[in-house]
């Protein structure tokens, strides 16, 4: 059986929107700095109010924090780092929408800070406007370039809309520029099997993965299962499945993979072996798994031959 576990699998896809929290951007984002266009005594409380702010922010007293920077919207209402730190409690308050707002008025005042970009791209996401959010990222890369980074996000909403067809865009075209990052080469060998692609090009893409790190597991038992049902060479696949269970014998979905090859090679007595630790696998380790079909249908045909 495949294994579907991926780091970015699209049956977890759920996952991929992370959690909105009061710290939740990366550390190498740009800082917004308050921007004040006030009368002398206004500027000197708007200063007051934003410096006590940082620090109760600092010292984790969040809602002094929020109170604090509320006295500095009413003298500012366009400040960007006022509107950004709202727009961050917004979003630890689970009110997305209110944030989508500050966000933009940060935005507006500041398209340069890459700290919004992926702010507006996260809240978009959690709203679900997918487009919206591919709009913020055409903008970051005219701001600072295509990279990685950008293709992994622009990945997680194609993915996010179930358009597996320009996710696997986004990948080949970024291995066009980087074609031995493991990464996206899992994301290519996934999308593959998705799209139900040529068994050639699903080949081509497990063995560019193992030729860089021959010690992927779960590869080595994706591409040992896609040679078995594809007839492909069963010798191999034999050889690669053992690998597997050598590495993890209470793997059930490696044990279930390599009982199939037995059968499939004809080694009814060790395929039926195997399928019995599958089983007692799937009751000790995956109780869930005793409702898989592909599972069911491997264990009758196996197990009709030891009635024969």
């Known amino acids: 059986m495949k294994t579907k576990d991926y780091i970015l699998s699209f049956a977890i896809k759920a996952c991929l929107v992370l959690c909105f929290l009061l710290l939740s951007v990366g550390v ?3 800082k917004t700095k308050p921007v004040v266009s006030l009368t002398a005594e206004e500027q000197q409380r708007f200063y007051y109010y934003f410096y ?6 600092n010292n984790e007293r969040y809602d002094d924090a929020y109170r604090l920077y509320c006295f500095c919207y009413e003298l500012n209402s366009a400040d960007p780092a006022v509107n950004q730190f709202l727009g961050d409690y917004m979003s630890a308050m689970k009110l997305p929408a209110y944030a989508l707002s500050y ?3 940060s935005f507006d005042a ?3 800070n890459e700290a919004i970009y992926y702010r507006l791209y996260q809240t978009h996401l959690l709203l679900g406007h997918y487009d919206d959010a591919l709009k913020v990222l055409d903008r970051e890369e005219q701001l600072r370039g295509k990279d990685a980074y950008t293709a992994l996000r622009r990945y997680r909403i194609y ?3 179930g358009d597996g067809k320009n996710a696997l865009k986004v990948v080949e075209n970024y291995l066009k520029s980087d074609q031995y990052n493991m990464q996206f080469l899992l994301l290519r060998a996934e999308l593959y099997s998705i799209l139900k692609k040529s068994y050639k090009k699903q080949k081509a893409a497990y063995e560019s993965i193992l030729e860089l790190d021959d010690s992927n597991t779960m590869i080595l038992n994706n591409y040992a299962y896609l040679l078995a049902t594809h007839k492909g060479d069963l010798k191999l696949a034999e050889e690669l499945s053992r690998e597997t269970i050598k590495r993890e014998p209470n793997n059930c979905t490696y044990l279930d993979t390599y009982a199939w090859i037995l059968h499939l090679r004809g080694e009814d007595q060790l395929a039926q072996f195997y399928m019995m630790q599958t089983m007692k696998c799937i009751a000790e380790f995956a109780p869930d798994e005793f409702g898989n079909k592909e599972i069911q249908d491997h264990y009758k045909a196996i197990m009709e031959k030891k009635k024969k």
């Open 28 to 30: 190498s984002a740009k």
């Open 103 to 105: 966000y933009v008025a």
């Open 52 to 57: 006590a702010a940082e620090w109760a922010f």
């Open 159 to 161: 993915g996010m809309k």
């Open 110 to 112: 500041d398209p340069q």
